[in-house]
Protein backbone atom coordinates (compact mmCIF):
# COMPACT_ATOMS: atom_id res chain seq x y z
CA UNK A 1 0.00 0.00 0.00
CA UNK A 2 2.68 2.32 0.70
CA UNK A 3 6.76 2.24 -0.22
CA UNK A 4 9.36 2.89 3.42
CA UNK A 5 10.56 5.95 1.39
CA UNK A 6 7.29 7.49 0.72
CA UNK A 7 6.33 7.08 4.19
CA UNK A 8 9.21 8.74 5.37
CA UNK A 9 8.35 11.48 2.55
CA UNK A 10 5.17 12.31 4.09
CA UNK A 11 6.28 11.83 7.80
CA UNK A 12 8.55 14.38 7.19
CA UNK A 13 6.09 17.09 6.86
CA UNK A 14 4.39 16.46 9.84
CA UNK A 15 6.37 19.20 12.16
CA UNK A 16 4.75 21.73 9.60
CA UNK A 17 1.33 21.28 10.10
CA UNK A 18 -1.27 22.71 12.82
CA UNK A 19 -4.37 19.86 13.53
CA UNK A 20 -7.08 21.42 16.17
CA UNK A 21 -9.03 18.96 18.03
CA UNK A 22 -12.44 19.34 19.03
CA UNK A 23 -14.13 17.06 21.50
CA UNK A 24 -15.04 15.38 24.59
CA UNK A 25 -11.89 15.48 26.97
CA UNK A 26 -11.44 12.67 29.29
CA UNK A 27 -8.99 11.97 32.19
CA UNK A 28 -7.98 8.23 32.18
CA UNK A 29 -7.13 6.99 35.48
CA UNK A 30 -5.71 3.45 35.93
CA UNK A 31 -5.07 1.15 39.02
CA UNK A 32 -2.61 -1.28 38.34
CA UNK A 33 -2.23 -4.78 40.21
CA UNK A 34 -2.40 -8.06 40.96
CA UNK A 35 -5.05 -10.99 41.60
CA UNK A 36 -4.35 -13.71 43.85
CA UNK A 37 -7.93 -15.01 45.45
CA UNK A 38 -11.48 -14.25 45.32
CA UNK A 39 -13.79 -12.19 47.54
CA UNK A 40 -15.27 -14.03 50.50
CA UNK A 41 -18.37 -11.58 50.08
CA UNK A 42 -18.91 -12.14 46.24
CA UNK A 43 -17.72 -13.69 43.47
CA UNK A 44 -15.11 -11.60 42.12
CA UNK A 45 -11.36 -10.78 42.20
CA UNK A 46 -9.58 -9.37 44.98
CA UNK A 47 -7.42 -7.16 43.27
CA UNK A 48 -3.85 -5.74 45.38
CA UNK A 49 -3.27 -2.77 43.83
CA UNK A 50 0.67 -1.88 43.36
CA UNK A 51 0.30 1.59 41.55
CA UNK A 52 -2.05 4.09 40.13
CA UNK A 53 -1.24 6.42 37.19
CA UNK A 54 -3.15 8.68 35.02
CA UNK A 55 -3.40 9.40 31.25
CA UNK A 56 -5.08 11.79 28.74
CA UNK A 57 -8.20 10.11 26.89
CA UNK A 58 -10.75 11.32 24.90
CA UNK A 59 -10.33 13.63 22.63
CA UNK A 60 -7.16 14.65 24.62
CA UNK A 61 -5.68 11.17 23.63
CA UNK A 62 -6.07 12.75 19.71
CA UNK A 63 -4.06 16.00 20.71
CA UNK A 64 -1.30 13.56 22.34
CA UNK A 65 -0.98 11.40 19.34
CA UNK A 66 -0.89 14.24 17.23
CA UNK A 67 1.65 16.06 19.09
CA UNK A 68 3.33 12.70 19.70
CA UNK A 69 3.71 12.97 16.12
CA UNK A 70 5.49 15.93 15.56
CA UNK A 71 2.44 18.01 14.22
CA UNK A 72 1.40 21.24 16.49
CA UNK A 73 -1.88 20.72 18.65
CA UNK A 74 -4.42 22.48 20.08
CA UNK A 75 -7.56 21.05 21.41
CA UNK A 76 -10.56 22.95 22.41
CA UNK A 77 -13.00 21.22 25.07
CA UNK A 78 -14.67 21.99 28.54
CA UNK A 79 -13.69 20.37 31.77
CA UNK A 80 -14.99 21.16 35.33
CA UNK A 81 -13.75 23.18 38.03
CA UNK A 82 -12.33 20.73 39.44
CA UNK A 83 -9.10 18.61 40.83
CA UNK A 84 -9.19 16.37 37.61
CA UNK A 85 -9.68 19.14 35.22
CA UNK A 86 -6.52 21.02 36.48
CA UNK A 87 -4.46 17.76 36.07
CA UNK A 88 -5.93 17.47 32.78
CA UNK A 89 -4.79 20.90 31.88
CA UNK A 90 -1.05 20.35 33.08
CA UNK A 91 -1.01 17.12 31.65
CA UNK A 92 -1.86 18.61 27.77
CA UNK A 93 0.68 21.45 28.49
CA UNK A 94 3.23 18.91 29.61
CA UNK A 95 2.64 17.64 25.93
CA UNK A 96 3.41 19.95 24.21
CA UNK A 97 -0.49 20.71 23.54
CA UNK A 98 -2.73 24.09 23.37
CA UNK A 99 -5.09 23.81 25.80
CA UNK A 100 -8.04 26.14 25.10
CA UNK A 101 -10.60 24.87 28.08
CA UNK A 102 -13.81 25.94 29.16
CA UNK A 103 -14.74 25.57 32.52
CA UNK A 104 -18.61 24.23 33.54
CA UNK A 105 -19.15 23.95 37.20
CA UNK A 106 -22.09 22.33 37.18
CA UNK A 107 -20.52 19.07 35.37
CA UNK A 108 -17.46 17.23 36.33
CA UNK A 109 -14.60 16.51 34.13
CA UNK A 110 -15.01 13.25 32.75
CA UNK A 111 -13.12 10.28 34.46
CA UNK A 112 -12.45 6.87 33.51
CA UNK A 113 -10.66 4.39 35.73
CA UNK A 114 -9.74 1.11 34.47
CA UNK A 115 -8.72 -1.32 37.15
CA UNK A 116 -6.26 -3.89 35.18
CA UNK A 117 -4.37 -6.71 36.68
CA UNK A 118 -2.74 -10.16 34.71
CA UNK A 119 -2.63 -7.93 31.64
CA UNK A 120 -5.99 -8.06 31.49
CA UNK A 121 -8.78 -5.04 31.87
CA UNK A 122 -11.22 -6.52 34.96
CA UNK A 123 -13.89 -3.31 35.06
CA UNK A 124 -14.04 0.23 34.08
CA UNK A 125 -15.64 2.97 36.06
CA UNK A 126 -17.06 5.81 34.46
CA UNK A 127 -17.39 9.49 36.14
CA UNK A 128 -19.28 11.96 33.89
CA UNK A 129 -22.13 13.73 32.96
CA UNK A 130 -23.99 12.90 29.25
CA UNK A 131 -25.87 16.11 29.40
CA UNK A 132 -25.78 18.74 26.65
CA UNK A 133 -23.98 21.95 27.37
CA UNK A 134 -25.56 24.93 29.11
CA UNK A 135 -26.26 27.98 26.52
CA UNK A 136 -23.55 30.20 27.58
CA UNK A 137 -21.12 27.28 27.90
CA UNK A 138 -21.93 26.24 24.38
CA UNK A 139 -21.51 29.86 23.00
CA UNK A 140 -18.00 29.58 24.36
CA UNK A 141 -16.70 26.76 22.72
CA UNK A 142 -18.29 28.16 19.42
CA UNK A 143 -16.40 31.70 19.71
CA UNK A 144 -13.22 30.11 20.65
CA UNK A 145 -13.34 28.31 18.04
CA UNK A 146 -14.47 30.81 15.46
CA UNK A 147 -11.35 32.95 16.77
CA UNK A 148 -8.97 30.28 15.56
CA UNK A 149 -10.05 27.57 13.14
CA UNK A 150 -8.16 29.63 10.28
CA UNK A 151 -4.62 28.89 11.81
CA UNK A 152 -4.68 25.58 11.01
CA UNK A 153 -4.82 22.53 8.27
CA UNK A 154 -7.38 20.85 9.76
CA UNK A 155 -10.04 19.78 11.85
CA UNK A 156 -10.53 16.74 14.11
CA UNK A 157 -14.05 15.85 15.89
CA UNK A 158 -13.71 13.90 18.90
CA UNK A 159 -17.08 12.60 19.79
CA UNK A 160 -17.03 10.57 22.99
CA UNK A 161 -21.42 11.74 23.04
CA UNK A 162 -20.18 13.77 26.29
CA UNK A 163 -22.27 16.83 24.97
CA UNK A 164 -19.55 18.91 23.48
CA UNK A 165 -19.79 18.47 19.34
CA UNK A 166 -22.45 20.39 17.79
CA UNK A 167 -23.64 20.96 14.57
CA UNK A 168 -22.57 24.54 14.90
CA UNK A 169 -18.96 23.50 15.67
CA UNK A 170 -18.75 21.31 12.13
CA UNK A 171 -20.80 24.13 9.95
CA UNK A 172 -18.23 26.45 11.28
CA UNK A 173 -15.50 24.16 9.97
CA UNK A 174 -16.76 23.29 7.12
CA UNK A 175 -17.22 26.95 6.12
CA UNK A 176 -13.79 27.66 6.92
CA UNK A 177 -12.80 25.28 4.06
CA UNK A 178 -10.69 23.09 6.93
CA UNK A 179 -11.15 19.26 5.93
CA UNK A 180 -12.59 17.76 8.64
CA UNK A 181 -12.27 14.48 10.25
CA UNK A 182 -14.85 12.69 12.58
CA UNK A 183 -14.35 9.74 14.87
CA UNK A 184 -18.17 9.38 15.16
CA UNK A 185 -20.60 8.58 18.23
CA UNK A 186 -23.40 7.10 16.22
CA UNK A 187 -26.27 8.77 18.19
CA UNK A 188 -24.71 12.07 16.88
CA UNK A 189 -24.37 10.83 13.22
CA UNK A 190 -26.85 13.06 12.23
CA UNK A 191 -24.59 16.41 13.17
CA UNK A 192 -21.91 14.86 10.63
CA UNK A 193 -23.20 16.10 7.23
CA UNK A 194 -20.73 17.46 4.88
CA UNK A 195 -17.64 16.45 6.66
CA UNK A 196 -14.42 15.05 4.91
CA UNK A 197 -14.21 11.58 6.56
CA UNK A 198 -15.51 9.65 8.88
CA UNK A 199 -13.43 6.93 11.04
CA UNK A 200 -16.16 4.54 12.66
CA UNK A 201 -15.48 0.92 13.94
CA UNK A 202 -17.52 -1.58 12.22
CA UNK A 203 -20.15 -1.89 15.06
CA UNK A 204 -20.60 2.15 14.80
CA UNK A 205 -20.81 2.04 11.06
CA UNK A 206 -23.75 -0.45 11.35
CA UNK A 207 -25.21 1.59 14.64
CA UNK A 208 -24.95 5.09 12.83
CA UNK A 209 -27.66 3.95 10.25
CA UNK A 210 -29.31 1.37 12.25
CA UNK A 211 -28.32 -1.32 10.03
CA UNK A 212 -29.04 -4.78 9.54
CA UNK A 213 -25.58 -7.09 10.48
CA UNK A 214 -26.77 -9.04 7.98
CA UNK A 215 -26.15 -6.02 5.52
CA UNK A 216 -22.44 -6.35 3.48
CA UNK A 217 -20.15 -4.12 4.71
CA UNK A 218 -19.66 -2.83 1.61
CA UNK A 219 -23.00 -1.52 1.11
CA UNK A 220 -22.99 0.12 4.91
CA UNK A 221 -20.59 2.14 3.91
CA UNK A 222 -22.32 3.41 0.66
CA UNK A 223 -25.49 4.23 2.63
CA UNK A 224 -23.74 6.25 5.30
CA UNK A 225 -21.55 8.33 2.67
CA UNK A 226 -24.72 9.01 0.51
CA UNK A 227 -26.30 9.78 4.10
CA UNK A 228 -23.15 12.70 4.98
CA UNK A 229 -22.75 13.43 1.51
CA UNK A 230 -19.16 12.85 2.13
CA UNK A 231 -16.92 10.99 -1.11
CA UNK A 232 -14.60 9.74 1.62
CA UNK A 233 -15.30 7.10 4.52
CA UNK A 234 -12.91 4.45 6.57
CA UNK A 235 -14.57 1.47 8.42
CA UNK A 236 -12.20 0.33 11.24
CA UNK A 237 -12.72 -3.66 10.95
CA UNK A 238 -10.47 -5.08 13.59
CA UNK A 239 -8.97 -7.98 13.32
CA UNK A 240 -9.80 -7.60 9.37
CA UNK A 241 -8.25 -4.19 9.13
CA UNK A 242 -9.76 -1.57 7.42
CA UNK A 243 -12.04 -0.73 4.64
CA UNK A 244 -11.33 2.50 2.27
CA UNK A 245 -14.66 4.22 0.71
CA UNK A 246 -12.91 6.80 -1.57
CA UNK A 247 -15.18 8.25 -4.69
CA UNK A 248 -16.44 4.70 -6.13
CA UNK A 249 -13.53 2.91 -4.79
CA UNK A 250 -13.40 0.58 -2.19
CA UNK A 251 -10.02 -0.26 -0.47
CA UNK A 252 -9.71 -3.35 1.91
CA UNK A 253 -6.66 -3.03 3.99
CA UNK A 254 -5.61 -6.05 5.78
CA UNK A 255 -5.07 -5.90 9.33
CA UNK A 256 -1.89 -5.42 10.64
CA UNK A 257 -1.62 -6.18 14.73
CA UNK A 258 0.53 -8.89 15.55
CA UNK A 259 -0.80 -9.81 19.23
CA UNK A 260 -4.09 -7.42 21.18
CA UNK A 261 -3.71 -6.21 24.08
CA UNK A 262 -5.56 -3.32 24.70
CA UNK A 263 -7.84 -2.00 22.17
CA UNK A 264 -8.55 1.37 24.46
CA UNK A 265 -7.71 4.50 22.27
CA UNK A 266 -6.93 2.55 18.83
CA UNK A 267 -9.49 4.90 16.93
CA UNK A 268 -8.02 8.26 18.63
CA UNK A 269 -4.70 7.07 17.31
CA UNK A 270 -5.76 5.62 13.72
CA UNK A 271 -7.57 8.87 13.15
CA UNK A 272 -4.56 11.01 14.63
CA UNK A 273 -2.76 9.65 11.66
CA UNK A 274 -4.91 9.12 9.18
CA UNK A 275 -5.54 13.18 9.45
CA UNK A 276 -1.68 14.30 9.58
CA UNK A 277 -1.07 12.15 7.27
CA UNK A 278 -3.28 13.34 4.63
CA UNK A 279 -2.99 17.23 5.24
CA UNK A 280 0.95 16.11 4.82
CA UNK A 281 0.14 14.95 1.01
CA UNK A 282 -0.51 11.71 1.57
CA UNK A 283 -3.28 10.19 -0.92
CA UNK A 284 -6.47 8.65 0.87
CA UNK A 285 -5.13 4.76 0.65
CA UNK A 286 -1.23 6.00 1.75
CA UNK A 287 -2.90 7.55 4.90
CA UNK A 288 -5.45 5.00 5.74
CA UNK A 289 -2.36 2.55 5.34
CA UNK A 290 -0.66 4.51 7.56
CA UNK A 291 -3.37 4.75 10.38
CA UNK A 292 -3.48 0.71 9.96
CA UNK A 293 0.33 0.54 10.86
CA UNK A 294 -0.25 2.47 13.61
CA UNK A 295 -3.83 1.08 15.20
CA UNK A 296 -1.69 -2.56 14.73
CA UNK A 297 1.05 -1.07 16.98
CA UNK A 298 -1.29 0.60 19.31
CA UNK A 299 -3.66 -2.46 20.33
CA UNK A 300 -0.52 -4.25 20.92
CA UNK A 301 0.01 -2.08 23.84
CA UNK A 302 -1.66 -2.24 27.63
CA UNK A 303 -3.06 1.37 28.43
CA UNK A 304 -3.70 3.89 26.41
CA UNK A 305 -0.08 5.26 24.37
CA UNK A 306 0.35 7.63 21.71
CA UNK A 307 2.63 6.76 18.56
CA UNK A 308 5.50 9.01 17.55
CA UNK A 309 6.90 9.43 14.37
CA UNK A 310 9.84 6.89 14.76
CA UNK A 311 8.09 4.16 15.28
CA UNK A 312 5.43 4.94 12.93
CA UNK A 313 8.11 4.97 10.53
CA UNK A 314 9.82 1.52 11.90
CA UNK A 315 6.37 -0.27 11.31
CA UNK A 316 6.28 0.41 7.45
CA UNK A 317 8.36 -2.89 5.48
Known sequence: MITKERAKQIISNFKDKKILIIGDLILDKYLWGEVERISPEAPVPVVDVKKETVNLGGACNVAWNISTLGAKASIVGVVGKDENGKI?????VEKNIE??????????????????????????????????????????????????IEDFDAVIISDYGKGVVSRELIEISIKAKKPVFVDPKPSNFHLYEGITIMTPNKKEAYECIKESRETPIEEVGKKIKEKLRTENLLITLGSEGMMLFEGDKITHIPAKAKKVFDVTGAGDTVISVLTVSKVSGATWEEAASL????????????????????????LVP
Not at 100 to 110: A, K
Not at 304 to 313: E, H, Q, R, W, Y
Open 99 to 148: PILIEDETRPTTEKTRIIAVSQQLIRIDKESKEKLSKNVKEDVIKKVKNI
Open 291 to 314: SNYAGGWVVGEIGTVAIDSKTLLS
Open 88 to 92: LKNML
